[in-house]
């Protein structure tokens, strides 16, 4: 059987705050899988490594907000002045 780290462990193992797990895996964010136990997460030691090596091939993109509507920027008035 495969060992099981715990939400703890797998900060550590990450270099994460334990919190950090708990706010991806209730958004659906970026996780290895995992196992429920009760109301314990855990997560497969094969499962994690597998995670990290694809993260490595293939990082995860950065999401850029775009900015929202508002007032423009300096440089936008100075760009559509055409100076």
Known sequence: ??????????A????????????RHSMGGNL???VRLGRALRFPVDGVTDWVNQQIETP???????RRPG??????QVARRGR
Do not use: F, G
């Open 12 to 23: 550590e193992l990450l270099n994460m705050a334990p919190q950090t797990i708990y706010n």
């Open 60 to 66: 995860v993109p950065v999401h850029c907000t775009p």
């Open 32 to 34: 290895p899988p995992c």
């Open 1 to 10: 059987m495969n060992k099981l780290l715990t939400v703890a462990e797998l």
């Open 71 to 76: 007032r423009p920027t300096k440089a936008e």
